[in-house]
């Protein structure tokens, strides 16, 4: 990812999240760690078609047609609104831009709350889709669920129910 931006697509967009879980080459026993970036909160995660750097050119191109691009600008651009703005993009997605932590990347962004084309989910869920997914054979089940929160460190559970918890969300990384 390009410089000013500042985004975490393994914690908010889900075809790299895939993509993580299919190239995923290192040890299973590493995988709890490199898991941790993704925190302990809930967030939304984007599920459209646009591709990361595709949702960077958009609001590359929104910043530039209204004020500029430069680390000044963008932080006083930012005073006006409470330090956080919410803009729209093409696929009607929405986004909030704040100011990144990171000097170099001052610009951190990610989806808004409910925002067209995501869903909402807890962190310890979330770990546990893309841990299953890499553990598992073909399909994520109960079994790899399971087996992915004992990695984890976190209580197994007793049934899938596709309505609530992790079950509303398995067909997202079974696809």
Do not use: C
Not at 45 to 60: A, K, M, P, Q, W
Not at 151 to 161: E, V, Y
């Amino acid at each position: 990812m390009e410089k000013p931006f500042l985004f975490n697509p393994l914690k908010h967009h889900l075809n790299h999240q895939l993509d993580y879980i299919r190239s995923y080459g290192k040890s299973i026993s590493t995988l709890k760690s490199d898991l941790s970036i993704i925190g302990s909160s809930q967030m939304d995660v984007y599920r459209g078609s646009l591709t990361v750097d595709g949702i960077i050119l958009e609001i590359f191109k929104y910043i530039n047609t209204r004020f500029t691009i430069d680390k000044q600008d963008y932080n006083k651009h930012l005073l006006k609104y409470n330090n956080y703005f919410v803009l729209s993009i093409s696929d009607h997605s929405e986004w909030v831009l704040r100011k990144g932590i990171d000097p170099e990347r001052y610009i951190h962004f990610h989806p808004a709350r409910y925002s067209p084309h995501t869903f909402r989910i807890n962190a310890n869920t979330l770990k546990t889709l893309i841990a299953a997914g890499i553990m598992a054979d073909q399909s994520i089940g109960l079994k790899e669920i399971n087996s992915a929160r004992r990695l984890l460190g976190l209580d197994p559970i007793g049934k899938l129910n596709q309505n609530q918890g992790i079950g509303k969300f398995i067909g997202y990384f079974n696809s």
